[in-house]
């Protein structure tokens, strides 16, 4: 769900909705509607330098295996380990799970409802069809952490998210943003990870290789 942490603000240069971070209209705004006197006007923008040069402290992995998914696994454990905490939220015990501090037991997205956003931009909402066999769902630790954490945590399940994406994206600036998913055929970053850095992806390309071998993968 790339396309969806871009339009959520995941990206250091982009506020929600792909809105220029920097600009005078978006602070003013995002400002209003979280009740903060004032947002960061500069943000880094080369997150991977904050970790692997030890300026992050806490880092939380969201069902990703950075460390078994790496390209250079050396490189990526190493900048992990400059962290004071690693706590990882997933689905398996994967490589990273195995080297973190704490691990959270993660539910399935069909255990829990939300939305993704697809490529072309649609949101698509669903609900939970399923009870999550762990104590608390993914979104019920995140709660618990906002209010352990003194954040406000007023949600009470994943449709109050899907109201507050509405309100924020809504009185933001409404100009053509720059970060758009494009397709090439050149490699225009250095790839640091394999398998879209997920387990579930890696075990699975393990396992065809295994069966039909490299070439048809």
């Known amino acids: 769900n790339s396309q969806g942490l871009l339009d959520m603000g995941a990206l250091p240069l982009a506020a929600p909705g792909g809105a220029e971070i920097n600009s005078p209209e978006t602070i003013a705004s995002l400002s209003e509607v979280w009740g903060k ?70 539910s399935l997205h069909f255990e829990t409802g939300g939305s993704f956003t697809n490529t072309h931009r649609y949101i698509q909402q669903f609900e939970a069809v399923l009870p999550s066999p762990v104590e608390q769902t993914s979104f019920e630790q995140l709660l618990r952490l906002n209010k352990a954490f003194g954040l406000k945590a007023g949600y009470q399940g994943p449709h109050d998210l899907m109201t507050e994406i509405a309100s924020v994206i809504s009185v933001l600036p409404k100009k053509e943003t720059r970060y758009k998913f494009k397709t090439t055929n050149n490699t225009e970053h250095r790839n640091l990870f394999n398998h879209s850095c997920d387990y579930l992806k890696l075990e699975f390309d393990n396992k065809w290789v295994n069966l039909f071998g490299s070439n048809h993968l």
Do not use: Y
């Open 37 to 106: 006197g004032k947002v960061p006007k500069e943000v880094e923008k080369q997150q991977w330098h904050l970790l692997s040069s030890g300026k992050i402290k806490n880092a939380f992995v969201f069902g990703e295996d950075p460390v078994g998914c790496a390209v250079n696994r050396e490189e990526i454990q190493s900048a992990l380990e400059k962290t004071n905490f690693l706590v990882v939220q997933d689905l398996f015990m994967s490589e990273t799970a195995k080297v973190s501090d704490l691990v959270l037991p993660a």
